[in-house]
């Protein structure tokens, strides 16, 4: 089977699930790009994958004809956005693209069940292959950077402002522990004044108004993002629950496996929706703090919960297993 993957290279989205999906799949021959040349379009292939969006879609049908293979399209989320999104209006003029793309699609692939019942209006073709990652392959490794402090961490992008502002009040009461804690905020990317001015916000957030040791960790390409969670002692993943955020995935939690970081985490879906994981559960407000001082205050505990998290990610979350399921939804696809 020949699978032609079109990812963008600084795609997070496409990284996870076109990139790494086809360098480990097996039994396929094929290549992931942005932009195929002429000669690469010439070849025989049998499917076209790539997440959401891609530079056929004005003719979808067209393509179809012309490379004469089955197209699959992944959705990592929702294309339906909040209107208090900071994409929604770019979201908003890409919806009915995006949704031809779906109703064209041969086969469709989605991180959840909540997500594959929105798409079903579209086309009902549809295969639930969540996230996964490669325990112990290139970045996804257990090596991490020691501290004489211990790091609370957070990582993520711009658009996380309303969840970590979930943080703002019970953070100031980490003051009683300013001593022996720092604070360390990923994936920071301000790339003019007004991106500058929600990073600071989240960063003030995060760190008491900076009153707390801190440390920003720069944004970076997909391939190299998983050197900022080697300076993680505990992980918060905080999220406003919204039908939007529902149809996300429970990367997070897969991620702070790979280190076996201990994780607290917002009692909502999707991450909920893994009853069994090995987390500390944030169900109010006051719940943040309460973990926190726990782990930091029990360093037996955090060892615990990381290896507790890791054994379940690698159980549960089997990159090899989810990746042929997704190999056999192609080959299926192929033969119909």
Partial sequence: MKVLGIAHPNSGCGYHRIVLPLMFMQDISGICTNKPTEEVLSEQWDVLFYNRVSMFDNNLEETKKQLGCKIVVDMDDSWLLPTNHLNYYDYKDMNSRIENNLRCADLLTCTNEKLANLITNLNENIVIVPNALPYGYHQFTDEKIEDEKIRIFWCG???????????????RKLMMHKHKIKMVLGGYTATDDSSKFLWDKMLSYFSNSMKLDYEIINGTTPDKYMSMYENADIMVVPLLESDWSGCK????????????????????NPYKLDTDAPVLWVENQTDWFKHLNFLINNKNAREDYGEKIKEWAVRKYDFFRINNERRNAFAETCRA
């Fill in 157 to 171: 992008g711009i658009t996380h402002e309303g969840d970590l502002e979930l943080l703002k009040n019970p953070f």
């Fill in 249 to 268: 995935s429970n990367l997070k939690l897969l991620e702070a496996a790979t280190k076996g970081i201990p994780v607290i985490c917002s009692h909502v």
